[in-house]
């Protein structure tokens, strides 16, 4: 998609607020969300008024070929007109905003609906042990019995 300037690719890593900078996220922090989805990119793209879009949920990023992540293939000038900016970063970051909106609407909504934890607040500090291996003898090294 690099040599085509009338498309634009913005993969979901763009908006993921645990990577870092230097690691693939290209908005800001009040911009980005937490693990962000292909559906819920494209969600936002349309929100903004991004109409001309093709998802590919099984691309992964050349930086990142681990992780089958996704991306957004967007029209170029569709984008442009719908938002207003004239970068891939504006567009980007309008796209990074309404996804950041939404989600704090829904933590919202989803905080005054939960249901307190019934467990005390002891109950809820204490952390499971790991159980021990062979009865709590030592693991025998190089041989020796």
Avoid at 40 to 67: L, T, Y
Wanted: charged share 35%; glycine share 10%; proline share 5%.
């Amino acid at each position: 998609m690099s040599g085509d300037p009338s498309k634009m690719t913005v993969w979901t890593g763009y908006f993921d607020s645990r990577v870092s900078r230097s690691g693939g996220r290209r908005v800001s922090k009040d911009a980005s969300i937490p693990q962000p989805t292909l559906d819920a990119v494209a969600w936002a793209a349309n929100k903004v008024g991004i109409r001309k879009m093709k998802k590919q949920p099984e691309a992964s990023h050349p930086s990142r070929p681990f992780a089958q992540e996704g991306r957004l293939i967007i029209s170029t000038r569709d984008a442009k007109d719908a938002t207003g900016m004239d970068s891939k970063e504006g567009i980007m970051r309008e796209i990074g905003v309404m996804m950041r909106a939404e989600m704090k609407k829904s933590r919202e909504e989803g905080k005054t609906d939960s249901v307190p934890s019934r467990k005390t607040k002891q109950q809820r500090a204490q952390r499971k042990s790991f159980r021990q291996k062979g009865g709590g003898q030592r693991k025998k090294k190089f041989g020796r019995k």
